[in-house]
């Protein structure tokens, strides 16, 4: 066996204890937690979706926890400022020269949470964190701490003192998930576990950064064959022809879902991706992509979500 298949597959039970430890306080959701753990495998970020109590934080904190790196919780209200994030520059008396502090967003993992809730301003602070990993301040560029992960949650049904997130910053987030409620046995045992106290807090890290970024430069190791690249691109040209769709998906979001598949494929244990890792992720990577025709409606996401997916099933998938 050669040193790189080894170290890929010492990586791979790694990573299997990653997606373990989350599931031991994120009970009943093994979906959500695949999905955040893609995320950060691509280097990207994650958008949880629900009304609260459901558990998107917890889902945040587990992910923080498992990784042994710098954690951050950012609680977003409307008058919380882009230097409240990204840090300032102060006057230092003893040398007469203003020095900069960095912001909580110098951080391994970001738990932003209901970030619909502060203005625009300080949510395109957060854009350039997401897009290109560095924040500037006063003219000069900081670059963060890698990897680096956001993890946001809002509430979409509530919409009294929240601002939309744009489409600029909505497609800066490889995977928009919605929690949903637990099934009736796992709510129980949510009660049975918490009965002394938080079992998050508790929670041991499984994975080191350093071991984060080796696992996320396998991921663009994995092969990708013709078909499967013919398959993702008929999928994307399907939406902007679809007449259903006012704005089909764009090449970043054809990009996001090739590495969403690269990073499903190492989680099962494959070096190469399969037209399973296409279908299965398509509607979380590109669902908040895609603008609906007519006016906007409290239904829209679930609109996009159905036309994805008719558009899924039709969609002749490589042999």
């Known amino acids: ?39 950060l495998l691509a280097n990207e970020h994650v958008l949880l979706e629900d009304v609260p109590g459901v558990g998107k934080t917890l889902v945040g904190k587990a992910l923080a ?24 520059s102060l006057f230092n008396a003893r040398t007469s020269e203003f020095e900069y502090k960095p912001g909580p967003i110098f951080a ?31 003219g000069v560029t900081y670059r963060l701490p890698q990897p680096f992960m956001v993890i946001a949650t809002q509430n979409p049904f509530e919409f009294e003192g929240t601002y939309a997130l744009p489409e600029s910053q909505l497609d800066r987030f490889l995977l928009r998930v919605s929690m949903g409620y637990p099934d009736r046995a796992a709510e129980r045992q949510v009660l049975t576990t918490h009965r002394e106290g938080e ?18 430069q396998l991921v663009r190791r994995v092969q990708v064959e013709d078909s499967i690249y013919e398959y993702l691109l008929d999928l994307v040209e399907a939406t ?37 890792d296409i279908k299965q992720l398509a509607v979380a990577v590109l669902s908040h992509r895609v603008v609906t025709k007519g006016f906007i409606q409290a239904d829209s996401r679930e609109s996009a979500e159905a036309i994805l997916r008719r558009l899924i099933d039709e969609t002749v998938v490589p042999s």
């Open 108 to 138: 391994n993992v970001v738990l932003a949470d209901e970030i619909n809730r502060a203005p625009p301003r300080t949510q395109s602070a957060l854009l350039e964190a997401m897009s290109d990993c560095q924040v500037s301040v006063d």
């Open 199 to 216: 079992p998050v807090e508790v929670l041991e890290s499984v994975i080191s950064p350093e071991q984060v970024l080796q696992a996320q």
């Open 1 to 39: 066996m050669t040193a790189e298949k080894a170290t890929a597959q010492n990586l791979y039970r790694v990573l299997q204890q990653l997606d373990e430890n989350m599931a031991r306080v994120v009970l009943g959701k093994p979906e959500v937690v695949r999905m955040c753990v893609i995320a």
């Open 240 to 276: 902007r022809q679809c007449d259903e769709l006012h704005v089909g998906v764009s090449t970043r979001g054809a990009l996001s879902l090739y590495r969403a598949a690269q990073a499903s494929a190492l989680l099962d244990g494959r070096d190469f991706v399969v037209p399973d």
């Open 65 to 88: 926890k498992s990784v042994s790196g710098a954690f951050c919780r950012l609680q977003f209200t409307p008058d919380l400022l882009p230097s409240d994030i990204v840090g300032s």
